[in-house]
């Protein structure tokens, strides 16, 4: 949903990185460590491709590449005394490609991988207060989100609700300020497509747009406030979060609005 060239699904599962989800359908694959546990800040892994544009690509990793509205982790790379930069991080199918500044590991070479948990941390927050927000803004005006974008400073939500007046989006902010401070579990689970497929909340949030022949879906489930089919990484508990600020609000047409936020 940050108009690149995703394919369009993808932004339609809400900020659903649904990317993250390619990484059952292949046997060569890279394994995602941050998928299961966000918390991750470092990591080893063996080099198990280097292309010739200079991409490393690991047979795990705990970088998140680009995807969903979240941007790429930033990190070192280091083995055999030399380390490296982590600049850029993107998927490629089912593999993620670190793109490094400087030296490049050997294919087969043990490194170790360290993220930059600042940054790291601040999308977290980010993210999950988007997908609470987006709960929020359902259960006020049943208003589906149809794009999002996370920085570390700051985020944008876009959902259709033609009517945003001065007193709803005090009320939007409020609700959600409210139940964040409730300190909310945030859990993620696979589910087979069938499964997920009977969820009213991933059916709002157009799970049926996932690709035929992917068959688990990653579902992150902001505990009462919204559950969604997401490949992000989040925190664990809404407390987290701390309060959401609306710094601005904008349409973008045929019923589009965009709100902004900042954290405190
Ligand atoms: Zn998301």
Redesign the pocket.
Known sequence: MAGDARPAWEGAA????ATALYHHLRVAETELLYATDAYLRAFDARVVEVTPEGGVILDRTAFYPTG???PHDLGTLSWDGVSASVVEVKKSGALVVHRLEGDLPTVGSAVHGEIDWQRRYALMRQ?TA??SMSGVIYELYGATVTG?QMYPDRARMDFLLPDLSQDRLRTIEERTNELLEEGHPVSIRFLPRSEAFQIPDLIRTKVNLIPEGIEEIRV?NIEGIDQ?A???T?VANTSEVGRVHITGSENKGKGNKRLEIKLS
């Not at 809400?14 to 990185?17: D, E, I, L, N, S």
């Open positions: 809400t900020c659903g990185g969903g509205g979240q993210h988007l997908h999002g992150v969604q997401d490949g992000g989040h």
